[in-house]
């Protein structure tokens, strides 16, 4: 949601990010609707687009995290040492190329159905 000013997307946009459903990404927005951090507009030339875009104070909450989650890696990181976290940062290569070839696998299987 924030590649650009003013920090917008579509809902579809956004659920397929998230990996959710429409009804699910509008439920968990809603509240962060009422809390002011986000607002949701329909764009004046297609009506049936809509946008959600971060408040000022939705953008600073959004940094807040932000924040946090980066101390918070730096501190989990800072305990292997070097060669502990090139062997971690390997072995954390082979999961995500194993998690591809899997999905490369079930994407041919599901076109062999089709």
């Known amino acids: ?3 650009r000013p003013p920090y917008e997307a579509s809902p579809s946009e956004l659920a397929e990010r ?3 459903t429409r009804g699910a990404l509008s439920a968990r927005l809603r509240p962060m609707e ?3 951090l986000i607002v949701r507009g329909i764009e004046p030339a297609d009506r049936r687009r809509v946008w959600v ?5 939705g953008d600073a909450v959004f ?3 932000a924040t946090m989650e ?5 501190s989990l990181l800072s305990a292997p040492d070097a060669i502990e976290r090139q ?5 954390l290569r082979k999961l995500l190329l194993a998690a591809d070839q899997r999905d490369l696998g079930d994407h041919a299987k ?5």
Not at 53 to 57: G, I, V
Not at 70 to 74: M, P, R, Y
Not at 110 to 114: I, M, S, T
């Open 70 to 74: 980066s101390d918070g890696e730096a």
């Open 34 to 36: 009422n809390d002011g």
């Open 18 to 20: 998230l990996g959710l």
């Open 63 to 65: 940094e807040r995290h």
């Open 110 to 114: 599901q076109d062999g159905k089709a």
């Open 1 to 3: 949601m924030r590649r």
């Open 53 to 57: 875009r971060l408040t000022p104070a």
């Open 87 to 91: 062997t971690l940062a390997g072995l």
